[in-house]
């Protein structure tokens, strides 16, 4: 048993043990027969999405003056800032995750054909990440940071450990985060540029390369939430949370997002440096070399360097790609490795024979950069002032077509099934789907039990609790009920059985004070609640 105020002792070799989220924040937009603009707090059809997921969500409850939707799958969607945000359950590999993300794409568009059914709804919810007037929607992605022996004993090392420790990941994960968004980007205008398409228009909103705690006003590659994801199960497991990518709709380009970023972490638990002696350029700092990676869809430019030899982008994902094939034969190695690194590979072989054009079908920015070309070169012409004579161009015809550019963009990534993505692969035109998924495309949310404990007893909670009283609530460590409390503070080993938090000691049973839907959930848990 571990001592009292330390934490135990966390098996690196369990391989499959890994825990990795995305939280989603979409857009909702107006456009039909009047200029496109975006929904603001104060549009009456935010309280009907409210009434729709009280009325259609499995679970619903109430933390801190917000509504919280249970979803079957263990995740949850809420309101944030006026626009819906989903947080997918645990998952324990990227295809899990992909699973989960497109579950709450589609508890969306169940809302969405409510709404233009019986409302007339002239609106879209898109997965979209900017917007002409500057405003920017996230796609946050957070994983379990296993620690090293040195970082066992968190309460003592304080903020000063705290901040160590992501220096110690931003030396050797920046390099990645900054050079990644060549298969990740969601592709649009710049915001500095109206004329400059860039790979992640995401990333123009990232600006410190060292790790900050700001999620709104000074960015960084890497955040810095104080959050233990483990809470008094003494794990030491840490939340890594990444505000840098953004929400695309590509499977494939989701899948290695995730798995490859989840890959490097095994490598940096472990004690190995994968990014060890390089250096971004010019400036030696991430951020001016993710910059100049989102606006070279050449790949030729450089950005980082190692002795005397000089890194393009893709040539500083093969090595990030070459350091995990060493060590993919390890018994520390995740089963699922050997998928992501062939897929990665092979995106990698793609973009550098054949570029954009190469991967229309397969990657958000190369595909939106295509849908995008003749209206962007029209759009030059207006801006130019050698044309400005010959086009008549006026400030109002500039914001009239930079408009109708960012209206495709938002409705790219429409999570209605007449979305510009959607339609376009419902024809078969694309080629995104990771290989994996060989299941037709579900059509609404599906019932599938997470394969993390902890998220799984959730989802077992959440579906066998739907429709009951308010008198339940449920976090992400634990579910209460009435006086009941089911702990899921171990996301390994979450406790199964019902706790009264009225007796005098919080942990002594009492089972004959269940009631029949506590003892009911109670049997479900004891039956699925485990892994298999």
């Known amino acids: 048993m571990a001592k009292r105020g330390r934490p135990k002792k966390v098996d690196l070799d369990r391989p499959d043990d890994r825990i990795m989220g995305i939280e989603t924040e979409y857009m909702l937009g107006r456009g039909q027969n009047q200029r496109f603009r975006t929904i603001s707090e104060s549009d009456p059809f935010l309280d009907m999405l409210i009434q729709y997921f009280s009325n259609h969500a499995a679970c619903y409850t109430w933390s801190k003056g917000s509504t919280f939707w249970w979803l079957p799958n263990g995740g949850f969607l809420h309101m944030d800032c006026g626009h819906p945000e989903f947080s997918t359950p645990e998952a324990a590999n990227p295809m899990e995750l992909v699973r989960f993300v497109r579950d709450g794409d589609l508890a969306l568009r169940g809302f969405c054909n409510f709404a233009r059914k019986r409302e007339g709804w002239d609106g879209f919810i898109s997965r979209c990440n900017t917007s002409f007037d500057q405003t920017t929607w996230g796609s946050h992605e957070s994983y379990a940071v296993r620690t090293q022996p040195e970082f066992r ?213 190369a595909l939106k950069y295509r849908l995008l070309a003749k209206r962007l070169s029209a759009y030059h012409k207006l801006t130019d002032e050698r044309h400005r004579d010959r086009y008549l161009s006026s400030e109002e015809q500039r914001y009239n077509h930079r408009n109708a550019i960012y209206e495709i963009d938002a409705r790219f990534g429409d999570v209605h099934e007449d979305g510009i993505f959607n339609r376009l692969d419902y024809q078969g035109l694309l080629n995104h789907s990771v290989p994996e998924w060989v299941e037709p495309r579900p059509k609404r949310v599906q019932r599938l039990l997470p394969t993390n404990p902890r998220a799984r007893v959730r989802s077992l909670a959440v579906n066998n609790l739907q429709g009951q009283d308010t008198r339940v609530t449920i976090t992400w460590d634990q579910i209460i009920h009435g006086r009941h409390v089911l702990n899921l503070a171990d996301p390994f080993k979450p406790n199964l059985e019902w706790f009264d938090s009225s007796s005098e000691s919080s942990r002594r049973r009492s089972r004959r004070s269940l009631s029949s839907e506590q003892k009911e959930l109670q049997a479900l848990i004891s039956e699925h609640g485990r892994l298999g």
Not at 177 to 186: E, K, Q, S
Not at 237 to 254: A, N, Q, T, V
Not at 321 to 336: F, G, H
């Open 153 to 365: 004993n968190w309460k003592r090392l304080g903020g000063e450990g705290w901040r160590w420790l992501y220096t110690r990941l931003a030396r050797q994960l920046s390099p990645h985060l900054a050079t990644r968004i060549i298969y990740t980007g969601a592709g649009g205008l710049s915001q500095h540029d109206s004329s400059c398409f860039v790979l992640s228009p995401r990333s123009e909103y990232i600006e410190k390369a060292e790790p900050t705690s700001d999620t709104q006003y000074s960015r960084s590659l890497i955040n810095t939430k104080e959050e233990d994801l483990s809470n008094d199960a003494g794990l030491g497991l840490r939340r890594l949370h990444l505000i840098c990518g953004e929400s695309i709709c590509s499977d494939i380009g989701l899948y290695l997002r995730v798995g490859t970023t989840s890959l490097i972490l095994a490598l940096i638990e472990r004690g190995i440096r994968p990014a060890h002696g390089l250096k971004m350029v010019p400036y030696e700092d991430a951020v001016s070399s993710l910059n100049i990676v989102n606006k070279d869809l050449t790949f030729t430019k450089i950005v980082a360097e190692r002795r005397t030899r000089q890194y393009t982008a893709i040539e500083v994902q093969r090595l990030y790609l070459d350091q995990v094939v060493k060590r993919l034969n390890e018994p520390w190695m995740p089963s699922w490795a050997p998928r992501v690194v062939a897929l990665w590979s092979w995106v990698l072989d793609l973009l550098s024979d054949g570029g954009a054009e190469s991967a229309t079908t397969v990657l958000d920015w």
